[in-house]
Nanobody
Framework: QVHLVEAGGGLVQPGGSLRLSCTASGIIFSGWDMNWYRQAPGKQRELVAGISPGSITNYADSVKGRFTIARDNAKKTVFLQMNSLKPEDTAVYYC????????????WGQGTQVTVSS
């Protein structure tokens, strides 16, 4: 019914860039908070960036100034532009859609692997 599909992960050298995308179906995309989470080996899941229906954004301190989240409501897609990547950014990145009024209602993508290594 509701599907979130991520793309754009891969292997990149330190200092490089990647652009992740997440395309949604089954929801009225423009009315949902959209988020990117990541989980590195041996670490807890972390909120990386979020964007509201009104395009208010927030970022984890660890990625501020390097990552940018954006949404294209017409394409029902949220993006995460990742620049100046560090080995510490290595993780599985997950797209998340969360209801604005019922915040316990959320959906998750399958994840895309980002590996930053020389």
């Amino acid at each position: 019914q509701v599907h979130l599909v991520e793309a754009g992960g891969g292997l990149v050298q330190p200092g490089g860039s990647l652009r992740l995308s997440c395309t949604a179906s089954g929801i009225i995309f423009s009315g949902w908070d959209m988020n990117w989470y990541r989980q590195a080996p041996g670490k807890q899941r972390e909120l990386v960036a979020g964007i509201s229906p009104g395009s208010i954004t927030n970022y984890a301190d660890s990625v501020k100034g390097r990552f940018t989240i954006a949404r294209d409501n017409a394409k029902k897609t949220v993006f995460l532009q990742m620049n100046s990547l560090k080995p510490e950014d290595t993780a599985v990145y997950y797209c998340n859609a969360r209801g604005v009024h019922i915040t316990t209602l959320s959906y998750w993508g399958q994840g895309t692997q980002v590996t930053v290594s020389s």
